[in-house]
């Protein structure tokens, strides 16, 4: 069992930053691939952002390529999402989500990949 519990978001002007924590329980974090996904007012929950269990496998869903950088650090049970020049399109309630991997450089995109959610954190971006 993961417990996932997401922090950070907040309310921030188009082009500015956020960075967005996601704390994870269990002592085999660094077994489990990890993502960040997004859901904004009346849409479908989106991918946003995997990381594989070593850290070395990324991917990115192209609306954030090159502005979001998604990273974690073991020791800590933590996985990161960095959110630089956001957009008003931005805007959604940020989740983490978690999955077990045999393979440490695997990482998942489709939301059902994941076994374990945290609440979310609302992400707000004014124009």
């Known amino acids: 069992q993961v417990q996932l519990v997401e922090s950070g978001g907040g309310l921030v002007q188009a082009g500015g930053s956020l960075r967005l924590s996601c704390a994870a329980s269990?002592?085999?974090?660094?077994?489990?691939?990890m993502g960040w996904f997004r859901q904004a007012p009346g849409k479908e929950r989106e991918f946003v952002a995997a990381i594989s269990w070593s850290g070395g496998n990324t991917y990115y869903a192209d609306s954030v390529k090159g502005r979001f950088t998604i990273s974690r650090d073991n020791a800590k049970n933590t996985v990161y999402l960095q959110m630089n020049s956001l957009k008003p399109e931005d805007t959604a309630v940020y989740y983490c989500?978690?999955?077990?991997?045999?393979?440490?450089?695997?990482?998942?995109?489709?939301?059902?990949?994941?076994?374990?959610w945290g609440p979310g954190t609302q992400v707000t971006v004014s124009s």
């Open positions: 989500a978690a999955t077990r991997t045999l393979g440490s450089g695997t990482y998942y995109v489709p939301s059902f990949e994941y076994d374990y």
């Open positions: 269990g002592r085999t974090f660094s077994r489990y691939a």
